[in-house]
Structures are given as structure tokens and as C-alpha cells.
T-cell receptor, first 115, second 115 residues
């Protein structure tokens, strides 16, 4: 059974600081997704990582994927208050060499950025 | 291009009543997924459907829950004889294909409250 674990689960950051959220998963997958969720809202897609070594950046966020280590990171640079949200990684099920949309989500990392 | 449309946004049901949740995927998307999010938890996969077919229902409770995606019209998640434990946010996601090369787009969710 696929398990996805994030750490930390709670992250309190000062504005301007850097930090990394880690996402480990237990079975083979060649892709991984990061989402952001604000309280009471839906999930906003942040990154679609489709291969080993994939690195994507959007503003102050950068995500990477190491499929051999079964690890993805979400790096936050110079945090600002607007980044306060819950961040989820999600890994699709791989059946017969083909992944599909049965996603297993990590527990989520609640990020709070304060002055 | 409207995103994934879910309705209603909020639904209140008394114990024992039926709840019907609707999801219209993005235009051009033929794959629909339903997820449930309990308070303070991550999302859990429930069911994966294509038009007129259930592909994977491994996350659906064995009783009271059913899903369909007819040839015409939205996908429906139906919960019969609701209980307090069914109170949760139910999210629908869609994709153009099953493999997720473009990621998965989530709707705004239906927040079900059972009283």
C-alpha cells in the first residue's frame, strides 16, 4: 500500500526566512504533485513533477523530485505572509507501469508565516 | 473555460436523509475522481470514473455510498441514510486523461454537514 509522509506537519516561519518541506513516499512512482489549500477552500495546483530530477520554480517556491530516493522537496525562499496555507504532496497509483489519478496525499504541512 | 464545478457548495442533511453531490468536470476532461476530506485531515481517494464506467472504487465505503458518471450530465456522488461521520468536505477532480501529465484540477468542494 502506498504511503506518503510529509514533514514537518507544522511549520512556523518568520518572514524572509527559508525552509524546506519534505515528502517521502513508499512505492515506485515517476511523478508527484504539490497542492496548496487555504482554510475552507479547494486545492490549488502548484507543481506537476513528471520525472526523476524534475525541478520547477514559481515565485518563492521551488519543488524537486528524486524518484530513486522516493523524495520530493518544496523549498520556500524568503517567506512572506501570503504563503501561509496548508501544503500537500500527492502521489498517483502506479498500475502495470502506468500511473493514474488515484492520488495518495501526504498529511499536509500547515505553514504559518509571521512578521 | 470554467473549472471543475461542484454543487451545492454547502449541504446540510439530517441523519437518515440522502445526500447528492454533483460534479461537472472541466471541458474536455473525461476522467473524474472523488475525494473526501475529514476535518484537519488530508484528502482520501474514494472513486475514479470515466463516462459510464467505474474504474476504481477501492476507496468507497461498502454501504450507503455510490457514484456514477453518466453519458450526459455531471458525475453524482450519492450518500444514502447519512450519519454524523459522513460530515466532511467532498472534492471532485478531473483530468483529460488518466495519466496525470497535466495534473488534476480540483473543484471547490461540497461541505456536507449531517445534523
Amino acid at each position: 500500500e502506498l504511503k506518503v509522509e510529509q514533514n514537518p506537519l507544522f511549520l512556523s516561519m518568520q518572514e524572509g526566512k527559508n525552509y524546506t518541506i519534505y515528502c517521502n513516499y513508499s512505492t515506485t512512482s515517476d511523478r508527484l504533485y504539490w497542492y496548496r489549500q487555504d482554510p475552507g477552500k479547494s486545492l490549488e495546483s502548484l507543481f506537476v513533477l513528471l520525472s526523476n530530477g524534475a525541478v520547477k520554480q514559481e515565485g518563492r517556491l521551488m519543488a524537486s523530485l528524486d524518484t530513486k530516493a522516493r523524495l520530493s522537496t518544496l523549498h520556500i525562499t524568503a517567506a512572506v505572509h501570503d504563503l501561509s496555507a496548508t501544503y500537500f504532496c500527492a502521489v498517483p497509483t502506479n498500475a502495470g507501469g502506468t500511473s493514474y489519478g488515484k492520488l495518495t496525499f501526504g498529511q499536509g504541512t500547515i505553514l504559518t508565516v509571521h512578521p | 473555460n470554467a473549472g471543475v464545478m461542484q454543487n451545492p457548495r454547502h449541504l446540510v442533511r439530517r441523519r437518515g436523509q440522502e445526500a447528492r453531490l454533483r460534479c461537472s468536470p472541466m471541458k474536455g476532461h473525461s476522467h473524474v475522481y472523488w475525494y473526501r476530506q475529514l476535518p484537519e485531515e488530508g484528502l482520501k481517494f474514494m472513486v475514479y470514473l470515466q463516462k459510464e464506467n467505474i474504474i476504481d472504487e477501492s476507496g468507497m465505503p461498502k454501504e450507503r455510498f455510490s457514484a456514477e458518471f453518466p453519458k450526459e450530465g455531471p458525475s453524482i456522488l450519492r450518500i444514502q441514510q447519512v450519519v454524523r461521520g459522513d460530515s466532511a468536505a467532498y472534492f471532485c477532480a478531473s483530468s483529460p486523461r488518466g495519466q496525470g501529465n497535466y495534473g488534476y484540477t480540483f473543484g471547490s468542494g461540497t461541505r456536507l454537514t449531517v445534523v
